[in-house]
C-alpha cells in the first residue's frame, strides 16, 4: 500500500496593521486501533478584535521538541507531543458537549515558531488573548 505525500504547513503572515492573531478547529481526529492518531485541524487568521469566541491555551511545560504531526489545512505540521495531547484531550473533552467545533488559540501552534519577527509581535498580544 502507497503512503500519501502531505505537503508541510506553510504559516501565512499575519497582517501587522489589522493586529492579527492565529485560530484553529479541530476538524476531525481518525483513531484506528493499532495506528497513530491523525488529527485534522483548520488554521486560519482574523483581527484579534474580531475573532469571536474561543478558548485560549498556553503553558511552559514539557519538551519543546516538534515530535508529534497534525494535519493543518490538508498540510502536515509539527508541533511538540504535549500541545499533540492537549488538543486531544480538548477534542475528547468537548466533542460530546457540543455538535459545533471548538475555536482555540494555542500558542505553539498559533504562533509561527520559526519566526521571530512575529513571536515578537504577538508575545505583546497574549494578555488580550
Not at 492573531?21 to 487568521?45: A, C, T, Y
Not at 508529534?68 to 499533540?84: D, G, H, I, Q, Y
Request: charged fraction near 20%; glycine fraction near 4%; proline fraction near 6%.
Amino acid at each position: 500500500m502507497e503512503s500519501q505525500k502531505v505537503d508541510a504547513f506553510q504559516y501565512r503572515p499575519l497582517a501587522k496593521d489589522r493586529c492579527e492573531i492565529r485560530l484553529v478547529r479541530i476538524v476531525n481526529v481518525q483513531e484506528d486501533p493499532g495506528k497513530e492518531v491523525i488529527m485534522h485541524l483548520q488554521v486560519f487568521s482574523s483581527p484579534l478584535d474580531e475573532a469571536g469566541p474561543y478558548i485560549a491555551v498556553w503553558y511552559a511545560w514539557g519538551d519543546p521538541t516538534p515530535t508529534s504531526k497534525l494535519v493543518c489545512n490538508n498540510a502536515a505540521n509539527w508541533v511538540p507531543e504535549n500541545t499533540f495531547w492537549t488538543l486531544y484531550t480538548i477534542y475528547h473533552s468537548t466533542q460530546r458537549a457540543s455538535t459545533r467545533a471548538v475555536t482555540l488559540w494555542i500558542d505553539a501552534l498559533c504562533i509561527n515558531q520559526a519566526d521571530v519577527d512575529e513571536k515578537n509581535i504577538q508575545a505583546p498580544l497574549m494578555g488580550r488573548i
